[in-house]
């Protein structure tokens, strides 16, 4: 429902940002949401999170589908995948302010 949405969003947004540009969007349907699914339905969808790497949805549906076990082991794999991302992005910044302060430097060294 919340893919809808967004894509609802995203074709008005569009619409009143340009007039004359056409925008496409497709939408190829909303996450079935685990909580209204049966037990063995919440267990497929849980693996399939899990196959395409969504760890912390992986981990909703698995606790639907009363996998607690299951559902750790994901919650665990989403943490340390956002823990990852986070190193990633840190890393980036403090290379990047590196080189803004060396070229500061450079530049109060021409004046």
Do not use: I
Not at 73 to 93: E, G, Y
């Amino acid at each position: 429902m919340r893919t809808l949405l967004v894509a609802l969003a995203l074709l008005g947004a569009a619409g009143t940002a340009a007039a004359d540009v056409q925008d496409t969007v497709v939408v190829t349907g909303a996450a079935e949401s685990c909580g209204d699914a049966t037990p063995e339905r919440a267990r497929w969808l849980a693996d399939k999170a899990s196959r395409d790497g969504d760890h912390q949805r992986a981990g909703e549906c698995y606790l639907a589908a009363g996998q607690r076990s299951l559902a750790d082991q994901s919650f665990v794999k989403a943490s340390a995948q956002s823990s990852s991302d986070t190193s990633k992005r840190l890393a980036s910044n403090l290379s990047d302010f590196k080189t803004s302060t060396r070229q500061l430097k450079q530049a109060l060294q021409h004046r």
